[in-house]
């Protein structure tokens, strides 16, 4: 799955490194800003409104009712069943990894309650390993999945990331019907599951659970899709249209809900699952 | 004309001589143990070859230019077949094929991804890399079989779904992943059978199934070895194969590393020298193989198959708890 760029190098090109430093610029309208205002701003854009990848707790706190987060399978990490070896090994690369986002896996996944309301809750964070899905992934959100049915909860995801971890091969590529699969249990259970994306969402992730959500919403001009911008242009050998998969590209085409501010996330989320669970 | 790859070469150079050797023999010469001598020692240097080949060169059989595709076994393996077009709302995606038949006697759903073999029909075909109608064509017969109580059949040979335009506007991932959620609930027996190029997501869209089988020269990987080799040891085009050799292998993407994973059920045993050589034997041995699969699943109540499909799907994936002391976390 060619569609994920750089994958196992989290210093990517949209991240905006938040500073020591006094002033950030935007990867997206190259702005310079101030950023004690951008962090302020729940590190969205003042100039152009362009939502900046947030690290997964960063995102619960802005989330959840204070102190209701709950941990699940925090230790849970991936093996190495390929003993897949590149420029460096794939172990190496996890610690690497560890180290540098102090997370030890892709996603966090949790119980919480958002405005009273209890959830099952999955964030993805693309600082480590570009957000890719490997069998840790899978599982934790299978698991996350489980505990929804059980407790009869809602689910909520939050996904970015660049698609399925090459470095488990044909393991990675499996957590897409794995994860699949259990949201089709959720589903005959009715109860609701509201997938929201960020940027990035494609590859694996894209094209299995983020876009079966029974409600669909991303953050403004997150870039989503199957294939990544430059698989395509290769492809077709032609340039792609302004905006292609931002967000606004996505809702025009009917192949998502809506989009929200990050600032208005909890209330909308709140009010789709008071209207969904007719409380 | 036969199409020789790099490593089947050898055999070139002695094919030419038996067909020399026919010729002159048809002219009345007396060659017989000379034809017979050249003719076992071909076998034995095809069945040498083909049993040390690298998972690189495994990638170039499967994407051999003579390979059978999805419609010449289904020719071959079904009493009747009929075609069935189109996804009711958009389009008719060429890339996959699909419709009811009848093998031995008994209706079968079959659908697959298809490649074409000249210029012209490889474009027609969108070189076997379908669009999200195609997809949304697959569900459509998929859903159609449950109705009936119609067994599935499931051909995989795409190296992927296409990237383009179009498929992103029409929603690529939604098409992808409606596909995956249907297939684990789908209350029929469902049987997959990799026959050429198991490329990613494209590929998983048809082959989530109750059996997954791959043929021995056929190949199943998350990302093809150029795609890997680009992003991770960033190969170019026309750059050295070394690095497409070394990608092969490390993706473990053969027939053999997915059985000692257990992510497929067997291996089909392809005729000496690869399918290309003998499409009838390939598609014998597929269709034995399709009987016997069906025969078993019809065996396990509705309950029961999507109880075991559920737990095949949910139970693949290898990890581990991690200490936080591990990290110096705690
Ligand atoms: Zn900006």
């Known amino acids: 799955m060619a569609w994920f760029k750089k994958t196992g190098d989290p210093e990517t090109d949209k991240t905006v490194k938040i500073p020591q430093g006094l002033w ?13 205002e951008f962090i302020k701003n729940l590190e969205v854009c003042p100039k152009c409104n362009y939502h900046s990848r947030i690290g997964a707790y960063t995102r619960i706190n802005l989330l959840v009712d204070h102190e209701s987060f709950s941990e699940t399978n925090p230790n849970l990490v991936s093996a190495d069943p390929l003993n897949f070896v590149d420029t460096i090994s794939y172990k190496e690369r996890l610690t690497i990894s560890q180290e540098k986002s102090r997370l030890k896996e892709t996603v966090v996944t949790g119980l919480a309650s958002i405005k009273g309301i209890p959830i099952s809750l999955v964030v993805m964070d693309f600082s480590f390993l570009g957000g890719s899905m490997g069998s840790a992934v899978g599982e934790k959100i299978v698991r996350a999945v489980n505990d929804a049915i059980v407790n009869e909860y809602p689910l909520v995801i939050f996904s970015s990331s660049g698609g399925a971890r090459m470095q488990e091969g044909i393991f990675s590529l499996m957590q897409m019907s794995k994860i699949s699969a259990a949201i089709g249990r959720l589903k005959e259970h009715s109860l609701p599951y509201l ?12 094209a299995s659970f983020a876009m079966l ?9 997150s870039l989503i899709g199957f294939a990544g911008a430059r698989v395509i242009s290769q492809t077709i050998k032609q340039k792609l249209p302004e905006h292609f998969q931002e967000a606004e590209f ?26 969904l669970i007719n409380r | 004309m036969r199409i020789y790859l790099d490593f089947e070469k050898p055999l070139e150079e002695i094919e030419n001589k038996i067909e020399e050797l026919r010729q002159t023999k048809e002219a009345g010469e007396d060659v ?5 001598n050249l003719e076992l020692k071909v076998s034995r240097l095809r069945t040498k070859i083909f049993s040390e080949l690298t998972p690189w060169q495994r990638c170039q059989v499967a994407r051999h230019p003579d390979r059978p595709y999805t419609l010449d076994y289904i020719n071959r393996i079904t009493d009747e077949f009929i075609e069935l077009h189109g996804d009711r709302a958009f389009a008719d995606d060429p890339a996959i094929v699909g419709g009811l038949s009848k093998i031995n006697g008994q209706s079968v759903m079959i659908i697959g991804h298809q490649k ?4 012209k029909e490889r474009i027609y075909r969108n070189f076997g890399q379908p669009n999200p109608e195609g997809y949304r064509k697959a569900l459509r017969l998929i859903r159609l079989a449950e109705r009936f109580s119609i067994p599935i059949v499931t051909l995989i040979d795409t190296q992927g779904a296409y990237p383009g335009i179009g498929a992103e506007e029409r929603g690529q991932s939604e098409a992808i992943a409606s596909n995956l959620m249907a297939l684990s609930g789908i209350q029929v027996p469902i049987v997959s059978i990799v026959i050429g190029e198991g490329g990613s997501g494209g590929a998983l869209a048809l082959a989530v199934a109750d059996r997954i089988y791959m043929l021995e020269n056929s190949i199943y990987s998350v990302i093809s070895p150029e795609g890997c080799a680009a992003i991770l040891w960033k190969v170019t ?26 992510i497929i059920d067997d291996i089909i045993r392809e005729p000496q020298g690869g399918a290309h050589m003998d499409h009838n034997e390939a598609a014998r041995n597929i269709k034995r193989v399709i009987l016997n699969s069906i025969e078993e699943l019809r065996t396990y109540s509705t309950e029961e198959l999507l109880e075991n499909r559920y737990n095949k799907l949910t139970s693949i994936g290898e990890y581990t708890e991690m200490d936080d002391r591990e990290m110096g976390m705690a």
């Open chain 1, 24 to 36: 950030v610029k935007c990867s997206s309208c190259k702005e310079i800003v101030y950023s004690k």
């Open chain 1, 195 to 206: 997938s929201v994306l960020t940027d990035p969402t494609f590859g694996g992730v894209s």
């Open chain 1, 213 to 221: 959500g029974d409600i669909i919403i991303a953050e403004p001009k």
């Open chain 1, 250 to 275: 996505l809702l025009s085409h009917g192949l998502i809900d809506m989009i929200v501010d990050r600032k208005d996330m909890q209330k909308t989320i709140t009010s789709l699952l008071i209207m």
């Open chain 2, 32 to 36: 017989d143990s000379e034809l017979a």
């Open chain 2, 116 to 119: 074409g073999r000249s210029l």
């Open chain 2, 237 to 262: 085009p026309g750059s050295p194969n070394t690095n497409l050799s070394t990608a092969a292998e490390a993706l473990k993407l053969t027939s053999r590393d997915l059985l000692s994973f257990r």
